[in-house]
């Protein structure tokens, strides 16, 4: 069973940047993929970048491209998002997620959650 652990949340300015760490214990985190998803209050709970378990591939939902970047780090077994030029609309608590092998975008296919961490952009 993996456990994750987020941090680096926390409050920014719009414009400024925050780097989310994850870090998993108790499987294989090579054999994973990961994911980073986001909810915001009232709202469902959103994909925000995934990796693969090689690194090699990376996708992102449209709003984030070119401002967020993931990463992974398969000897630590942490999992990175940096996000710059940060935006009140990206206010929403941060999870990040391990999946099957092969790169996934959707919620219902990650088995594994972290509990997450408060990402607050203030205007």
């Known amino acids: 069973q993996v456990q994750l652990v987020e941090s680096g949340g926390g409050l920014v300015q719009a414009g400024g940047s925050l780097r989310l760490s994850c870090a998993a214990s108790?499987?294989?985190?090579?054999?994973?993929?990961m994911g980073w998803f986001r909810q915001a209050p009232g709202k469902d709970r959103e994909f925000v970048a995934a990796i693969s378990w090689s690194g090699d591939r990376t996708y992102y939902v449209n709003s984030v491209k070119g401002r967020f970047t993931i990463s992974r780090d398969n000897v630590k077994n942490t999992v990175y998002l940096q996000m710059n030029s940060l935006k009140p609309e990206d206010t929403a608590v941060y999870y990040c997620?391990?999946?099957?092998?092969?790169?996934?975008?959707?919620?219902?296919?990650?088995?594994?959650w972290g509990q997450g961490t408060q990402v607050t952009v203030s205007s």
């Open positions: 997620a391990a999946g099957p092998q092969q790169v996934v975008v959707t919620a219902r296919e990650y088995n594994h």
């Open positions: 108790g499987g294989t985190f090579s054999a994973y993929c």
